[in-house]
């Protein structure tokens, strides 16, 4: 059992192997500061026996259940492509970041050390002045969408809110939670956000100040908007730099995209490889102030969504960008991108329906006729669409798994009489090979 001695020497030995054995501060955690992180000095005590692929531990039987979906997990954009071995001890602490990543609270088991680095590692792939920024690990991409946009409303109180109709259910939740105006703006069938609708919404309601969800990869289609054309149909609509909030939602793609977000308030990313669910917020600092509140219970400032915060999420992320660094993230986008578009050219040799978005690694193809293959598969469905999001865990062997046992499939779903279903109103004629369009 954990005691709280225990607990205390946990807190030293997190605190002092980056700020005090480092002698530097937390502000200044470097990528290269992971070679004097030794994790595995925390607890000298042995963990658990891990069960084998056999299912076999200590002689007893198991059935493998995690291990056996994790094979075949397609749908869901989770990176499952990572080993923390290093930090199995950590398990043996309760972490919570509770109050702001910032600001010392009377909490000592925390990791906010590691927490700053992460959001600093994001900060600097997005192009985002230190100092200009404040953020925080949220426990998941909808925590991520309700705080940027709470931000948004809390710096226009009067704001419309404005995001395509293909927008994560989070975005419209939040707008249900905080009673705000919605605009739900059409797409084109890329999945983007029409500027064209978009404009004529802006037009309509020129009066009040607009608060814009930008996607960085739809849920379903893994669709880009452009971010240019948004800011250029708000200017074109007569909304000054002062006047409109733009909040990116970049759960999926963020890794994708590489440019300057130097007009946009708010940003969030998830997936990065993580063994928990988590994510990372980041809004202009200038904007948090709106929303904060001091807590004299925490010694601290109220500034989240939720209170507690997991802990140990920011240690697994802080672990896992500084041992794979820019280059090797660079890599794995790299490949997921090949890959994809592997996926997609068999599809498409097999006569499948199916599309890729650029700057995406989300498949879209016809959703298989057999509900059983879906729920083995992992699929994620709309309507007559299925995807794949190729994450890094998803290799060329498995896809060829996956594509054999689809045209195997097919074989027995179709006949003369029942027909593959026409995608072309969800992914486009060029991209449907239905009977009509092929
Ligand atoms: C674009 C986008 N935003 C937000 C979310 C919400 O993420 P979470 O399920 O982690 O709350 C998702 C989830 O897939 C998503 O695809």
Aim: aromatic share 10%; charged share 25%; with cysteine.
């Amino acid at each position: 059992m954990v005691g709280s001695n225990v607990e205390v020497d946990a807190t030293m030995s997190l605190n002092g192997s980056l700020a005090n054995g480092n002698g530097k501060s937390v502000e200044h955690l470097a990528v290269a500061d992971v070679e004097s992180f030794d994790p595995t000095a925390v607890v000298a005590e042995p963990v658990p026996p891990v069960v084998q692929a056999n299912g076999e531990d200590g002689g007893k039987k198991r059935e493998m259940v995690l291990g056996k979906n994790v094979g075949r997990c397609g749908g869901y954009p989770y990176n499952l492509d990572f080993d923390y071995g290093a930090l199995s001890q950590l398990q043996h602490f309760s972490i919570n970041n509770l109050g702001d990543p910032f600001i010392e609270s009377n909490y000592g088991v925390h990791s906010r050390q590691f927490e700053v680095g992460v959001l600093d590692w994001f900060a600097r792939l997005w192009e985002i002045e230190k100092n200009d920024y404040w953020g925080y690990i949220t426990n998941c991409g909808t925590e991520g969408n309700l705080h940027g946009i709470l931000v948004g409303r809390e710096v226009f109180p009067d704001g419309i809110l404005y995001a395509s109709k293909e927008s994560h259910y989070s975005v419209f939740k939040a707008a249900r939670m905080y009673r705000m105006e919605c605009e739900k703006v059409a797409t084109l069938v890329t999945g983007e956000i029409d500027c064209k609708d978009f404009k004529e919404k802006l037009l309509l309601n020129k009066d009040k100040p607009a608060i814009i969800n930008v996607n960085i990869g739809t849920t379903v289609k893994g669709a880009v908007d452009d971010l240019d054309l948004v800011i250029q149909t708000l200017e074109e609509c007569g909304f000054s730099h002062d006047r409109f909030y733009i909040h990116c939602d970049g759960a999926l793609h963020q890794k994708f995209h590489s440019r300057s977000l130097s007009e946009v308030s708010a940003f969030q990313a998830t997936n990065c490889g993580c063994p928990m669910p988590c994510g990372v917020q980041l809004t202009r600092l200038k904007h948090i102030n709106a929303l904060s509140r001091n807590v004299e219970y925490l010694a601290s400032r109220d500034a989240t969504i939720m209170g507690s915060r997991n802990g140990h999420a920011p240690i697994f992320l802080w672990y896992t960008l500084n041992r794979k660094g820019y280059k090797g993230f660079q890599k794995e986008v790299q490949k997921c991108l090949r890959n994809a578009h592997y996926l997609k050219d068999r599809l498409r040799e097999a006569g499948i329906s199916a599309m890729l978005n650029e700057l995406s690694s989300t498949v879209v193809f016809e959703r298989p006729r057999d509900e059983e293959f879906v729920r083995r598969w992992q699929l994620a469905c709309e309507g007559n669409m299925a995807h794949i999001v190729v994450m890094p865990s998803v290799t060329i062997q498995k896809l060829d798994y996956f594509l054999n046992e689809i045209i195997q499939g097919r074989s027995i779903w179709y006949n003369d009489e029942v027909q593959p279903p026409c995608l072309a109103a969800d992914i486009g004629s060029d991209n449907c090979s239905c009977a009509l369009h092929k």
